[in-house]
């Protein structure tokens, strides 16, 4: 009996270890070496920067993109109240890509489809769409060709989920998961046609087109009464999107974290990781998506606004750790950015205008450098400057600790004026005495330049 179990146990961890390594096991159509994946991703490394849009029905109700949810109104109810009043009569993404332009921005994705199901372009696969409502029109193709004009790169957020369509089955985040009937007719629901239609409908994204440069899938939920990579088919969507798109850079939400194949970056959402985030010990692209306010689609009510500060130093820190910003405006129902947008839009322009060579093709600085009080270093591995960034203005004095040595020449970034600074002379000075032996001691204005956050570019030896 024992001898029985013992076989018995061998061959379950013979099973699961098998599954565990074909589940990590790269296939054929994954396959990539690191300097083939760096490569692809370089433009988006350097760039950091980008605008995501949330715009879609729920602009009509204008209270928050998951409203179909949180107010759990049926597909049919929905549909019937804002359908047929959607009509973005002063739509113009040429305006939109200026925007996005003229703030520093180097990429923009807009919402395909969001979880409501219904498709800004002219899908051949459902009713549910930009033409047929007042619009009466593909909304997709003049964003996409006003960003090339923009020089901009082109991404596509694509929603896994849908509550519109009839074969989505019900599940913990349906805006019917409270409604016993309709949770009932799941036996009535085929996942596995709903697959074949995302497949349908992502084809036409990535072939209709032209080059796609971002995928952004929104998301995975597995578990008891969610959906995970299963009920996707993720590898199966995964491995159609590189076929047609073999450049695109994917994100991580489609519930194959468990690979080193099926994500490209990790994206942090509505918060700051306290570092540059790792796996399995290995730093890993990443991308934080934040909003201006509590809301990704227009809400005409939200009052949680960040201010200019606030974004430019978010923006700063995040290049500090490694990583990109995605910043979200959510357009209004008549299709342009309300004035809190595009005021702070404009602002972080204007700073980004003298101060983005701080920002683009910079990264974490190098260990050796630490970090002074109140501001945050980026640094340009191919240019070999570092720049701090003064998040509190100082009263004349700012101290680099240990960076003695390592400094050619100091200058202010937003005018390029020198920044004197110098080392402790003789112990006991009474202006030197709290600098170490090994610090800099930077000599500032007492009044702060007219810039929202200075920075000091320094040219290392």
Known sequence: MRT???VLLLIGYFVSSTRAQSATETPQWAQESQTQKEQRMAWWRHDRFGMFIHWGLYAVPARHEWVQQREQTSAEAYKEKYFNVFDPDLYNPKEWAAYAKEAGMKYVVLTARHHEGFSLWNTKLSDYKAPNTPAKKDLLKPFVEACREAGLKVGFYYSLIDWHHPDFTID??????????????????????YRQFMKDQLTELL??????DLL????????????????WDSEGILKLTRKLQPDIIVN????LNH??????????EQFMPSKWPEVNGKRVPWETCQTFSGSWGYHRDENTWKSTNQLIAMLIE????????????GPTARGYFDDRATERLERIGKWMKYNSRSIYGCTAAPEEFKKPDNCFLTYNPDTKRLYVHLLQWP???LYLPGYKGKVKYAQFLHDGSEVKYTSRTEPGSHMTITAGAEDLIVDLPVVKPNVEIPVIELILE
């Open 216 to 231: 952004f899938y929104d998301f995975s939920y597995p578990g008891p009464d969610g959906k995970g990579h299963d009920d």
């Open 252 to 255: 991580d939400r489609l519930d």
């Open 172 to 193: 913990g985040t349906h805006a019917l998961r409270n409604n016993k009937e309709a949770r009932a007719g799941n036996d009535k629901r085929d996942m596995s046609k």
């Open 259 to 268: 690979t080193e194949w099926g994500w490209d970056y990790k994206t942090p």
């Open 395 to 397: 009263f004349k004095t």
């Open 318 to 329: 995040v290049v500090s750790k490694g990583g990109n910003l995605l910043l979200n405006v």
């Open 4 to 6: 029985c179990m013992l």
């Open 207 to 212: 072939t209709d087109y032209g080059k796609i």
